[in-house]
């Protein structure tokens, strides 16, 4: 049994609150105690689960905000868990977007969300399909979504041969615009892949780890089958690869319960009919190799200069394709304690770097990155008492990047087809994005 549930910003300001005890055992300053404990703990990744009292904690982090229920009785923290995450889905599908501006300005609409997924403390039904028909307030956008708006083309996929690309903010509007719309009916399907890789100081590969899914959004008042074919030659685990296209292989594969899989086996197409809202119809992970090579490969200099400052003078060479570029890619950089300056020369001007002296580590921003080039930095940093034992505390380097119109592990949408045929044009977007999970470079 659900306490209380309130929904908090990353700055701890209060955004959503709804107490489900019937005699207010859980108080009153509960939210001042959840983000004073989540903030004192060292680390970015607080458990998920933590206790004052007899009174216990359970939260999750989407869209940088905390979701956040609390419980006195002995319920199950993984059940409460799987509640928040289909919480912050549910209020994606109607709100759709998950920032701070988003639940601020459909409060209304989350609170008559929460009125009717969560009675006295007890879950209900958390489908959308199910809701539609008792909700009745709209959301609110916080700018009007057009297909016109291209300049966002860039973040999310390549055309295929079938389908077509929409800007990345298309999918970031709520289900219920469908009626606003006029019916519209629309379909995005979002391949969606997260890799870590570590890379030693000589340059070997030594893990890589991709985790994908595929994500379908649905803005179809009435929602048809739908098939989605993949690669022919997608090969699961070490069985003999098939067909005669470019070979995928991944070590595990798991399925939403609604996708049907009859013709997987045979033609690797997914069916399955899909409810309005986002839902994951997919998941896979891929271990221990990549089927290319890794988009990013460090060349560093470290050493001592005559006047004892600290010389690091790196090349980052980006190995993805020509025509593929990555963006938002930020280095992180540790250097050795008491560094108190840094002077620095980059080799383009859209380039950026900070020392930051908090987490003793440089900065380094790079807003897009094409594929078969090479970027350098030459950073001078002051560091009072530099020993030759300093230099063993610089690195690894750590990039966040994103790649769009990408998938490491090289799974394409072959085509999208919706059966019956719908009366109406129905818009079929498929869009591509790798980002990392962690990448790290040893120097």
């Known amino acids: 049994m659900i306490s209380q549930l309130f929904i908090l910003s990353s700055k701890g300001d209060n955004l959503i609150y709804k ?16 983000y004073e404990k989540v903030t004192a703990l060292p680390g970015d990744q607080p458990p998920v689960v933590m206790n004052h009292g007899d009174l216990h904690f359970v939260h999750v982090r989407q869209g940088g905000l905390y979701w956040v229920a609390t419980t006195t009785a002995d319920s199950s923290p993984f059940s409460i868990i799987e509640f928040l995450n289909r919480l912050a889905s549910l209020v994606k599908d109607y709100c759709g977007d998950l920032t701070e501006k988003a639940v601020q300005m459909n409060f209304a609409l989350i609170y008559e969300l929460l009125d009717e997924v969560v009675d006295y403390g007890y ?41 077509k690309v929409a800007p990345s903010s298309a999918a970031s509007r709520p289900i219920q615009s469908s009626r606003e719309q006029g019916g519209k009916s629309e379909i995005f399907v979002d391949v969606i892949e997260r890799m870590s890789v570590v890379i030693g100081s000589n340059g070997v590969l030594m893990k890589a780890d991709v985790e994908g899914e595929i994500k379908v959004k649905c803005y179809m008042p009435n929602c048809s089958e739908m098939r989605i074919g993949l690669n022919e030659e997608f090969s699961i685990g070490k069985s003999q690869l098939r067909g005669y296209g470019a070979a995928v292989r991944v070590d595990e594969v798991s399925f939403h319960q609604a996708v049907k899989l009859d013709e997987f086996d045979s033609s690797r197409i997914l069916r399955l009919s899909p409810s309005q809202g986002e839902q994951t119809v997919m998941q896979y992970q891929l271990s221990d190799v990549l089927p290319s090579a890794p988009p990013f490969r460090l060349f ?29 890619l930020c280095a992180s950089i540790p250097v050795p304690k008491g560094s108190v300056s840094m002077s620095l020369e980059l080799s383009s001007p859209d380039q950026s770097a900070e020392l930051k002296l908090q987490s003793r580590s440089i900065e380094w921003t790079i807003p897009r990155f094409p594929g078969g080039t090479q970027l350098s930095a030459l950073f001078k940093v002051e560091v009072p008492g530099l020993s030759p034992s300093s230099l063993m505390e610089v690195g690894p380097m750590v990039l966040n990047f994103e790649l769009p119109k990408l998938t490491v592990s090289g799974l394409q949408v072959r085509f999208l087809r919706l059966s019956p045929v719908q009366p109406g044009p129905a818009q079929r977007w498929v869009r591509y994005v790798t980002h990392s999970d962690s990448y790290i470079l040893r120097i």
């Open 19 to 34: 107490d489900s005890s019937v005699r207010g055992e859980a108080g009153s300053d509960v939210i001042n105690v959840f």
């Open 123 to 163: 879950v209900q039904s958390m489908s959308s399909d199910v809701l539609k028909n008792f909700i009745q307030t709209e959301a609110v956008s916080p700018r009007p979504f057009s297909l016109f708006q291209l300049s966002n083309v860039g973040l999310f996929g390549a055309e295929t041969q079938q389908s």
């Open 300 to 328: 560093p200099t470290i050493e001592r200069d005559s006047g004892g400052k600290l010389l690091m003078y790196l090349k980052l060479r980006c190995d993805l394709p020509p025509k593929s570029a990555a963006i938002n």
